[in-house]
């Protein structure tokens, strides 16, 4: 009775599990990062189907925000991140109808042998799983101890290490849902929450900030602007976590926000004086500082009636005598070294900076205005000496081969070269050089003017 029983179990179950499913997860909201499917009976016939089973041909609708993997004895066998109709067709599990009912008749009579042999069981575990990879936002975060922080700033030789507390919010999504399952969620029945590993994260994050720090510190981006840095300070975390939350959970930060970064009283009070400090190198700066302190000086004296105005002049005096800095020393030599540095930023006269085009231009005979560029002289107007023609017997100036007065012909001479293709023409127009300087092309025949 035991074999019979297990033979009817099995066809009845086969039966059963012979109807197409329809698998759909509605929007998923930002507490739930992992769900598992369920089929949409809609008071079908279908609903008497063995459970973790999947027929052949079974339909999977995947929203947007949504990816799906599907799960057979433990192993993901498929994967769809884009939303639409996903069709299984690859089940291990035959449906009479679905694809080719020859080969399907086949196929469900092995699967009934087999489920025969299990006592009527289907031995088998299928499942589908939908992920949120929307982006999760409105985490929040907060240093519970001093962050340590490294300030750089080479304008005054800054290089020192002082200690941050922050706190503000970020966002992450799920970028890799198979790292996810596999490193993280597993094989849930139900939902996997974000709850159940936010709070671990929010720690991971907190250990990540004195690296991202670092990288931060590296660009030269002082603590108090990083509130202004978001997109570097999510690379630099993204960076510090890329093991732990990418590779291991497919989970990459998506932004964040900082509310506050501020470093303790102390720390800041060290900054601004080192600061201030540094500023006395400058020689003006200093300058300027004696004589603000002297005239405070002064102001005291001028005040003093325990003594005198005049007594605490004198003090004053013999003060600044016996070793007080001169204020218009410090000035004289600011003024040097405005001027050497000055005259190292200025190339020598007449040099040819590295780099630069050679003069090209004309000097006018008239005025001695150099490296005119034009037809006409910029300073007194004066045409180019040799846009100014030839002069005829008669005494008129012309510019072609002939008087335009009397008709006499150019006088024979050196022929004149002039660049037919940009217009240069050498200071030496009988002489031109093999080449035009300014574009290149040879001379010959055709340059003659």
């Not at 041909?57 to 995947?62: E, N």
């Not at 066998?77 to 067709?89: M, S, T």
């Amino acid at each position: 009775m035991g074999l019979l029983a297990a033979a009817k179990d099995s066809i009845s179950t086969l039966l059963k599990d012979q109807w197409r499913e329809y698998f759909y997860c509605d929007s998923l909201p930002e507490t739930i990062l992992m769900t598992k499917g369920k089929t949409r009976q809609d008071g079908s016939k279908n609903n008497k189907g063995t459970d973790n089973i999947i027929s052949n041909g079974s339909i999977i609708a995947v929203n947007e925000g949504q990816c799906m993997i599907i799960v057979d004895q433990g192993a993901v066998v498929d994967f769809c991140a884009e939303a639409g109709e996903f069709i299984y067709d690859t089940s291990t599990e035959p449906s009479l109808l679905y694809g080719n009912l020859g080969d399907n008749l086949k196929k469900t009579f092995q699967t009934v042998g087999r489920r025969f042999t299990m006592g009527g069981s289907t031995g088998k575990d299928q499942r589908v799983y939908f992920f949120n990879t929307k982006e999760i936002p409105n985490n929040l975060f907060g240093t519970a101890s001093p962050v340590p922080f490294r300030v750089v700033d080479t304008n005054i030789g800054l290089d020192v290490d002082i200690s941050l507390r922050c706190n503000g919010r970020y966002s992450f999504r799920l970028t890799d849902p198979l790292a996810f399952y596999k490193g993280v969620a597993g094989n849930v029945t139900g939902d996997y929450k974000t709850e159940q590993i936010t709070s671990q994260m929010k720690s991971e994050l907190i250990d990540a900030l004195q690296p991202a720090f670092a990288q931060i510190s590296e660009l030269g981006i002082r603590y108090s602007a990083v509130p202004g840095h978001t997109k570097e300070m999510k690379d630099a975390l993204n960076a510090a976590l890329a093991e732990d939350w990418g590779v291991k959970r497919g989970i990459t930060i998506e932004s964040v926000a900082f509310n506050s970064v501020k470093a303790s009283e102390e720390d800041e009070a060290m900054i601004k004086e080192l600061q201030r400090t540094a500023v006395m190198r400058n020689p003006g700066m200093g300058a300027a500082n004696i004589n603000m302190a002297q005239a405070d000086a002064m102001r005291a004296a001028a005040s003093n009636t325990s003594t005198g105005p005049m007594m605490a002049f004198a003090g004053m005096n013999m003060a600044q005598m016996a070793g007080g800095m001169n204020a218009n020393n410090l000035y004289s030599m600011d003024a040097q070294m405005q001027a050497q540095q000055a005259q190292q930023a200025a190339p020598a006269a007449g040099a040819v900076v590295a780099g630069a085009a050679p003069k090209l231009g004309w000097k006018c005979p008239d005025c001695g205005t150099d490296n005119n560029t034009g037809k006409f002289c910029t300073n007194c107007g004066k045409p180019k000496p040799s846009d100014a023609g030839w002069t005829c017997s008669c005494g008129t100036v012309n510019q072609g081969k002939f008087c335009q007065n009397c008709g006499a012909k150019k006088p024979e001479g050196a022929p004149i070269y002039k660049c037919d293709k940009c217009g240069w023409e050498p200071e030496d127009p009988a002489n031109p050089p093999k080449f035009c300087p300014q574009c290149g092309d040879p001379f010959d025949d055709s340059d003659k003017v």
